[in-house]
Structures are given as structure tokens and as C-alpha cells.
């Protein structure tokens, strides 16, 4: 629900980070949008917001709970339920696809065998894998693979995805239609979507909150004060540069 936020930060700060600290509060169904021209600030900035990487200072809430207090059940708890993933995330080697996705879903105790099956024939379908999905991954395309790791998270049932660069590992004609999945997914499951990219495009159109990433500074942007209106060069030419750039990550 709106009163409870999914991710809260308050003057979070990534560590060897040179930009301000972040203040931020995520709901479900929400679409977060970081962009700006440092790739190596937004992922170390989204992997701080996701807990992979501790905070250099300030607080990081999931759920209403700070990380620093997790045991161990909290945190495989929150692996499956703020799903981080990046262009190469690693999937089971000696597993096709099928098996990538049933198998953590086994494991975790989620449902039964016939409705994972179900459940992962169909998330296989809609995120349009491609075809041999029955060979090992080392023999699919990484556009494959990288589609077989968000269906593995999504058969978690997630509350938040957390996407480094998603278009990055995809072939241009590709890139639409696993955005309409992404939407779809936020729609249909009421998940939390926060995204590093540089397909200014989509964040334009679909984005309840866009962070932009300055030399120095953070910048945060929502409906009701549009990137579109800022005043400021630097984001004025970064916009110019990638608004046309269907290539982009």
C-alpha cells in the first residue's frame, strides 16, 4: 500500500561514491528510473538500494526493515523478495531453462511440481526465451540467458526487481517487447521496478520517479517536477543526446 513503502533511504550514501545522498521512498507498482552518464555510479547506486553492497552512511529500509538488523533467514528472504539482477548475472550451468527456474522454486518450498511447471512454461512463453531451450545455457544466445535469469527471479514472486542495464544483453528487435513484459509484470503482479538505463525513452514514458546521476549531485524528478522542465546543462544535453536512441541499454 501506498503508507508502506517497499524501499526507503534517507541520506543514503553509496560507498567511493562522489554524488550527494539519496532520499528516496519506492512503492509497489512503482517504476524507478537512474540515469546519467556515469555507469559505474548508477550500478554501484542500485546495488547499494538493493543491499548487495553496504552504505558507506545513511539508511537503507526493505520493507520497513534496515539490513543491518537481518539474520540469515532475513536475508534469503530478501534475495528472493528484492530480486537484483544485472546483464550478466550468472544462471545453473548444468541446467537448461526449464530446470534454471523450478529448481530455486523447489527449493524454497513454493507450490507444487505440476504448478511450477506451469508457472515456468509460462514465464518462458511470455518472456519470449527463444527457442533450444532445452540446451544448456553456454549453448543459447546471452539474450537468452539473461531472459532465463528475470523469469528464475519472477518465479519467486518478488516484490521488487532491481534491473542493472536490462536492454543491454538484448538484440534490438527485442528490446519492446521485454519492455511490455517489464510493464506487464508491474501491472499484472504489483511489483516495484527500479532500473539503470540509458534508454531515456522509456524512462520518459514510463517512470513514476526518474534519479539522475550528476558529477556530484543527485537529482530527482517525478510527475509533478518533470526532468523534461529542468533548467540544468548538463541533463538538458544528456537528454538531447539519448532521447532519440532506440539502441541505447
Known amino acids: 500500500m501506498k503508507n508502506n513503502p517497499l524501499i526507503h533511504c534517507t541520506q ?10 539519496l532520499n528516496l521512498t519506492a512503492h509497489a507498482g512503482n517504476i524507478i528510473s537512474i540515469i546519467g552518464q556515469d555507469q559505474e555510479s548508477k550500478s554501484n547506486l ?8 553496504e552504505a558507506e552512511s545513511g539508511h537503507l529500509y526493505l520493507a520497513g526493515r534496515e539490513p543491518t538488523q537481518f539474520n540469515q ?9 528484492f530480486a537484483y539482477i544485472h546483464a550478466d548475472t550468472a544462471i545453473l550451468s548444468a541446467a537448461n531453462a526449464l530446470q534454471n527456474l523450478m529448481l530455486p522454486a523447489v527449493y524454497h518450498h513454493l507450490g507444487s511440481s505440476d504448478d511450477n511447471m506451469k508457472k515456468a512454461q ?7 526465451a527463444g527457442e533450444n531451450l532445452e540446451l544448456l545455457p553456454a549453448y543459447l544466445r546471452k539474450e537468452q540467458r539473461y531472459k532465463i535469469a528475470v523469469a528464475r527471479a519472477l518465479m519467486l514472486n518478488p516484490q521488487a526487481l532491481l534491473l542493472d542495464s536490462p536492454f543491454s544483453a538484448l ?6 517487447p521485454f519492455q511490455k513484459f ?22 520518459l514514458k514510463y517512470s513514476d520517479q526518474i534519479i539522475y546521476l550528476s ?3 543527485i537529482f530527482k524528478f517525478d510527475k509533478d517536477k ?6 540544468n546543462a548538463e541533463i538538458n544535453n544528456y537528454l538531447s543526446m539519448l532521447a532519440n536512441n532506440i539502441n541505447s541499454k
Open 215 to 217: 558529477g556530484q549531485q
Open 73 to 81: 533467514d532475513d536475508w534469503v528472504n530478501t534475495r528472493t523478495q
Open 46 to 53: 542500485l546495488k547499494t538500494i538493493a543491499a548487495i553492497t
Open 171 to 176: 538484440e534490438l528487435t527485442s528490446i519492446e
Open 182 to 203: 517489464l510493464l506487464n509484470q508491474v501491472k499484472d503482479r504489483n511489483i516495484l521496478l527500479i532500473l539503470v538505463t540509458h534508454n531515456v525513452s522509456f524512462a
Open 12 to 21: 543514503l550514501l553509496a560507498k567511493h561514491s562522489t554524488t550527494s545522498e
Open 226 to 231: 518533470r526532468i523534461q522542465d529542468c533548467t
Open 122 to 128: 509460462q514465464l518462458l512463453h511470455d518472456i519470449q
